[in-house]
C-alpha cells in the first residue's frame, strides 16, 4: 500500500489530460502534487490530482476516461485546446463538499 509523503499545490499551467474516446481528449487544470512511497521506503512516485477531482488509478474517475499525461502551458501561452471550460462548482453537484470547521 503506497502512502502520502508529501502534497504540495500545482502552479498554474499544469493540466492533466484524459482520452474519452478514441478521437475526444480533455483537459483539467492540476490543483496539487502528491508525493507517494511504498509502506517499506521504496518506489516514490508523484501524481496530479485534477481540479475535479480525478487521479491516475482513482476509483471513482469520469466514466470511461482513461488519463493520457500531465502537460505543462506557460499561463501566458493560454490554455490546451481541449481543456474543459465547465465552473469547478458544476462539475460534481452531487459529490461530497468540503465543511468549515470549529474549533473544539
Known sequence: MKEVVEIVPARPGWYARWQLTPEVTRCYPVSLWALLEEADGTGREVIGMDCIGQWPGADDNEA?????RYLYQTPDSGEPEDVDETPV?????DGPRLQPMTAP
Do not use: E, S, T
Not at 89 to 93: E, M, T, V
Open 64 to 68: 470511461g476516461g482513461q488519463f493520457v
Open 89 to 93: 462548482g458544476d462539475l460534481r453537484a
